[in-house]
C-alpha cells in the first residue's frame, strides 16, 4: 500500500474515532415511565412503575393540571368525584446538571375511572312562555332520569316525571330562580346517584297595558250623545267620564250621555279595564274626544228623532 492511501487511511479512522466520541459524550434522552393503575377508590386512585434508568425523579399531570413531583415509583392522586372519568400523564426528570441524560418525553395519556355511584347528568334548562303572572321552563330528558325535582327560589321542593314545568300566580317584574335536579330510578340507584343541582334565572314580564278605545261618535243629539268603540281584547269594562264628572262604568262598547244641553260642547273620555285579578294585564291609557251638541229639538221633535234638514229658500 503506498504512502498516500496509508495517510487517507489513518485520517478516517481519526475522524469516526472522533464522531463516536463526540456522540459518546452527548446526553441521552431518558425513557418515559409506563404507569399502571394499581387501585381505584371513589375519589382517589394509586398507580405504580418501574423505576426509569438515569431517572432522579418524575413529573405526574392529572387531567392536564399541574405537574407533581414525585420521587418513588408510585403516587396516589385523590380530590376527584366518584365514577368519574380521568387521565395521568408522566414524564422522567434526569438529575440536575447532569451532562449523562435528558428528560423524558411525556408518556401517552392513561384513562382511568374512580369508583362509586356516578351522577347523573343535570338538566339544561331554558325559559319560555313568560309572563307577568308566571312561565315555563323545560329541558331535554336526561339519560336514566326516571323523575325530576325542582324548586322556586328557596321554595318547597316538587317533584315532576315530566321535562317541564310551569309556574304562575307569581308578581310581575320581578326575578325568580328556578332549581331543577335530575333523580335515577330505583334500577339504576345501585350505579348511579341524582345530578347536582342546575339554576336558572328568570325575570317576569312586566304588566301589559289594554289597548286604548277608539272613539267615535255614534250619535249627536240636542240633549244626548252616544259615543262608541270597537271592543278591546281580554277588557272587562269602560271607564267613561263627561267633562271630567263622575265616572261611569260599561260592559258595551258605547257609552250614553243624557239630559244634555244644546249647542254645547263636551268632553268625553274613556278607558279599558281588565278584570279584577287579571295580573297580566293592566288599564289603558286614556281616550279623549270633544263633541258638540246641536239645537234643541222642536216641539214637533222634542225627543230629536226626526231628520235634520238644510233650509232652502222660498220662491
Known amino acids: 500500500?503506498?504512502?498516500?492511501?496509508?495517510?487517507?487511511?489513518?485520517?478516517?479512522?481519526?475522524?469516526?474515532?472522533?464522531?463516536?466520541?463526540?456522540?459518546?459524550?452527548?446526553?441521552?434522552?431518558?425513557?418515559?415511565?409506563?404507569?399502571v393503575l394499581a387501585t381505584a377508590g371513589i375519589n382517589n386512585a394509586t398507580f405504580l412503575w418501574e423505576h426509569v434508568k438515569g431517572a432522579e425523579s418524575y413529573l405526574v399531570v392529572l387531567d392536564d393540571g399541574e405537574p407533581i413531583p414525585v420521587k418513588g415509583v408510585s403516587i396516589t392522586v385523590g380530590d376527584m368525584e366518584p365514577a368519574s372519568e380521568h387521565t395521568l400523564k408522566m414524564k422522567s426528570i434526569a438529575p440536575e446538571g447532569s451532562s449523562e441524560w435528558l428528560d423524558s418525553d411525556f408518556s401517552d395519556a392513561l384513562s382511568f375511572s374512580t369508583a362509586g355511584k356516578k351522577k347523573l347528568s343535570m338538566p339544561d334548562?331554558?325559559?319560555?312562555?313568560?309572563?307577568?303572572?308566571?312561565?315555563?321552563?323545560?329541558?331535554?330528558?336526561?339519560?336514566n332520569a326516571a323523575k325530576y325535582v325542582y324548586k322556586i327560589?328557596?321554595?318547597?321542593?316538587?317533584?315532576?316525571?315530566?321535562?317541564?314545568?310551569?309556574v304562575d300566580n307569581l308578581v310581575n317584574s320581578t326575578q325568580y330562580t328556578v332549581k331543577v335536579k335530575a333523580v335515577p330510578s330505583e334500577e339504576m340507584s345501585e350505579v348511579a346517584t341524582e345530578s347536582l343541582w342546575s339554576s336558572l334565572v328568570v325575570t317576569t314580564a312586566p304588566h301589559c297595558p289594554l289597548a286604548a278605545p277608539v272613539l267615535r261618535a255614534e250619535s249627536i243629539l240636542g240633549v244626548e250623545i252616544t259615543i262608541a268603540w270597537d271592543a278591546i281584547h281580554h277588557a272587562a269594562a269602560y271607564i267613561c267620564t263627561l267633562n271630567d264628572g263622575e265616572p261611569v262604568t260599561v260592559t258595551t262598547n258605547f257609552v250614553k250621555?243624557?239630559?244634555?244641553?244644546?249647542?254645547?260642547?263636551?268632553?268625553?273620555?274613556?278607558?279599558?279595564?281588565?278584570?279584577?285579578?287579571?295580573?297580566?294585564?293592566?288599564?289603558s291609557s286614556v281616550s279623549t274626544i270633544?263633541?258638540?251638541?246641536?239645537?234643541?229639538?222642536?216641539?214637533?221633535?222634542?225627543?230629536?228623532?226626526?231628520?235634520?234638514?238644510?233650509?232652502k229658500p222660498i220662491f
Not at 498516500?4 to 415511565?33: G, I
Request: aromatic share 8%.
Open 1 to 35: 500500500m503506498n504512502r498516500v492511501c496509508q495517510a487517507t487511511l489513518l485520517a478516517l479512522t481519526a475522524l469516526f474515532a472522533a464522531v463516536s466520541c463526540e456522540k459518546k459524550n452527548q446526553p441521552e434522552k431518558l425513557a418515559a415511565p409506563s404507569p
Open 125 to 143: 334548562l331554558s325559559a319560555s312562555g313568560i309572563l307577568p303572572s308566571g312561565f315555563t321552563v323545560s329541558w331535554p330528558v336526561v339519560r
Open 153 to 166: 327560589d328557596d321554595g318547597a321542593e316538587t317533584q315532576t316525571t315530566e321535562n317541564s314545568f310551569t
Open 257 to 283: 250621555f243624557e239630559g244634555l244641553q244644546p249647542r254645547t260642547a263636551y268632553t268625553v273620555k274613556v278607558y279599558s279595564k281588565p278584570a279584577e285579578g287579571d295580573v297580566n294585564y293592566s288599564e
Open 290 to 311: 270633544s263633541v258638540t251638541t246641536k239645537d234643541a229639538p222642536s216641539e214637533d221633535d222634542k225627543n230629536g228623532d226626526l231628520p235634520d234638514f238644510d233650509e
